[in-house]
């Protein structure tokens, strides 16, 4: 089979002590039957060479993630991690680097977007839930008043907010006390002979 260089990629002879292409020591360990592990080092090269930057990333590379909604930490850490995993079990050449980080990098788009769009549901059907929420109370506050209208409008009835309203303490035998004791009880009364039921008021209500 053939044999070809790890520096270069040069195919050698079988005989050959040095790559004839870029003078490369060669002794048996270097020897492949395909060049994969020149192939696999030429591949991080060029990974290499599109990904990293002075600083985190290459510049194209970070205007691609900008460019795409992309975060510039996370996905572009996955997305390189990626292609290492690749790069390593020999999916992917050297020559193809390239466009499959482009092709992550619009995997990525598409899931962010996914993601977003779930998020946007989650938030429109709480906005529906508590508008909801507040029409049920608004409905609960409109029958609470009409409620109380209708009873301050019926009459018959005194409560403590009534001004007819007033009230007795009576101790144990039945005397009017001026205050309310361990011995004693009390009991409201309408100056007008209205019932009393707290919370409603009489027609003469002021």
Request: glycine fraction near 10%.
């Amino acid at each position: 089979m053939n044999n070809f260089c790890i520096n270069c990629g040069n195919k050698l002879g079988k005989d050959d002590k040095y790559c004839t292409n870029c003078g490369t020591k060669i002794d048996n360990s270097d020897y492949h039957s395909v060049p994969d592990a020149w192939e696999k080092e030429m591949a991080k090269k060029e990974l290499k060479r599109l990904i990293d930057g002075r600083v985190i990333y290459n510049k194209s590379f970070a205007n691609k993630l900008f460019d795409n909604g992309l975060n510039l930490i996370t996905d572009g850490k996955s997305i390189r991690q990626q292609l290492e995993l690749e790069i390593d079990s020999g999916q992917i050449r050297s020559g193809d680097v390239e466009s499959r980080i482009d092709q992550l990098i619009a995997e990525h788009k598409i899931r962010h977007e996914e993601e977003m769009a779930r998020i946007d549901k989650v938030r429109e059907d709480y906005q529906k839930l508590k508008k909801a929420d507040e029409e049920r109370l608004k409905e609960k506050k409109a029958r609470t008043a009409k409620s109380n209208q209708m009873n301050q409008s019926s009459g018959g009835h005194c409560g403590l907010g009534c001004k007819h309203c007033y009230e007795e303490f009576f101790d144990g035998f039945g005397g009017i006390t001026g205050d309310f004791d361990d011995e004693g009880y009390v009991e409201y009364y309408c100056h007008l002979g209205h019932p009393i039921v707290f919370g409603r008021y009489c027609e003469d209500y002021e």
